[in-house]
């Protein structure tokens, strides 16, 4: 085997196990926009044309979460999310 056999066999060994790690073109992309103005690049559920992001209809399976009871140093309602039994996030629980 001469050098240019060899290196003609080594392109094409490096050329298959590159394809090898390409991405599944298969699955279907969100056809949403984002904030940045650019096509989202998540995939979605079969049937479905928008991702979890950007479905307005996406239910969590997280329903245990809910707003902190708590008030802020300004005396606003905290915004925070919790799961803990108290109804306090991590900054009002002591």
Partial sequence: MNRKQFMVG???IM???TLSFAQNTDKETCCAITKKEVKCKNTVKEGETLCYLHNPDHVSEDEES???SGTTKAGNKCKLKTKDLTGLCHHHRK
């Fill in 10 to 12: 080594a392109i094409a």
């Fill in 66 to 68: 809910v707003i902190c």
């Fill in 15 to 17: 050329a298959s196990a």
